[in-house]
């Protein structure tokens, strides 16, 4: 079983955040959310351990939320 890495581990984030963002140019909304859902199911069946998923799922839930407690 393994364990969310956090730390920054991405080589050029800039040019991933660019290459994100452009997956949405031109989507509506409906079009945007089923990219979305793709891109998650698709990194999620690369990652593979459910554990790291779960984890990510909670982190996901608390972090930066207004009214959490949680980082």
Do not use: C, W
């Not at 890495?5 to 140019?25: G, H, M, N, T």
């Not at 089923?34 to 990652?47: E, F, V, Y």
């Amino acid at each position: 079983m393994g364990k969310l890495q956090i730390e920054a581990r991405l080589v050029d984030p800039d040019k991933f955040y660019k290459a994100l963002s452009q997956l949405y140019d031109g989507l509506d909304e409906m079009a945007s959310l089923r990219a979305s859902a793709r891109l998650i199911l698709l990194l999620a069946n690369h990652i593979g351990d459910e554990t790291v998923l779960l984890e990510a799922i909670e982190r996901a839930k608390t972090t930066n939320m207004p009214d959490s407690t949680n980082s």
